[in-house]
């Protein structure tokens, strides 16, 4: 089975592994923006106890959130010096998190509905084939599972904010760090979720204010926006 994995995009991660703990680093609005993606999970499922995957945890920002909820949590990543990053962080924290070096689609053939929640954020738009990852997600999810993405519209306020403001004129992502044409529309999203047996059961839409370093959840998914679905 070929990879679902675009290498540039992987390199691109784990050449900065070094920077997911800096709260002034490369990853800083993925800081900000974490409480109000667990305040989602939260009002959605209650994760205390639950069996939980993080795909592409990157170096664990919202796993460990979820592990201090005492969710018991698994991470994959397909970056070794992300899970690397990611391991040293939870065990200077005293999170057991199970961390693995494995792509999603790896990962599920040997975990077939296992987890009660599964979520993966921000990373739809860096693989090269979007709905074989949600494939995965919908084999691996309990019936009555809830998985979560977040992802990023393809829609001309995206543009705007997330690449040109974001990474060009405010320098809050490195450059380079998106592509407009992998942005992911919520209908193509949605639709993509029910061809694997999953049901939409809300869309929220989460923006961020860079003067105020404020992040909130919006009714518009014009620019990033949360999805949860249901295997039924």
């Known amino acids: 089975m070929s990879a679902n994995i675009n290498e540039t995009e992987v390199n691109k991660f784990s050449s900065r592994a070094e920077e997911w703990w800096k709260n002034d ?76 070096c494995i792509t999603a689609e790896e990962f599920a053939q040997k975990h077939q509905s296992q987890f009660d929640l599964i979520t993966c954020m921000e990373l739809l738009e860096h693989v090269p084939n979007p709905e074989s990852l949600i494939s995965a997600c919908a084999k691996m999810i ?10 990023i519209n393809r829609h001309p306020k995206s543009y705007l904010f997330a690449i040109l403001a974001a990474e060009y004129v405010l320098n809050l992502l490195p450059k380079g760090t998106h592509d407009y044409q992998q ?29 105020l370093n404020q992040c909130n959840l919006s009714e518009k998914p014009d620019v ?9």
């Open 25 to 100: 680093g490369d990853f800083k609005t993925l800081h900000e923006i974490n409480p109000v993606r667990l305040a989602y999970i939260e009002s959605r499922i209650n994760i205390p106890a639950k069996s939980v995957l993080d795909i592409g945890c990157g170096g664990g920002i919202l796993s460990e959130a979820m592990a201090a909820k005492n969710a018991i949590v698994t991470g994959i990543d397909a970056g070794q010096k992300n899970i690397d990053c990611a391991n040293q962080h939870a065990a200077t924290n005293g999170l057991s998190i199970d961390y693995q």
């Open 142 to 151: 309990k019936p009555g599972g809830h998985v979560i993405f977040s992802t």
């Open 183 to 211: 942005f992911i529309r919520p209908a193509e999203l949605a639709a993509w979720c029910h061809t694997t047996g999953l049901t939409v059961k809300d869309i929220q839409g989460m923006q961020y204010n860079p003067f």
């Open 224 to 232: 990033n926006y949360l999805m949860d679905s249901v295997l039924d």
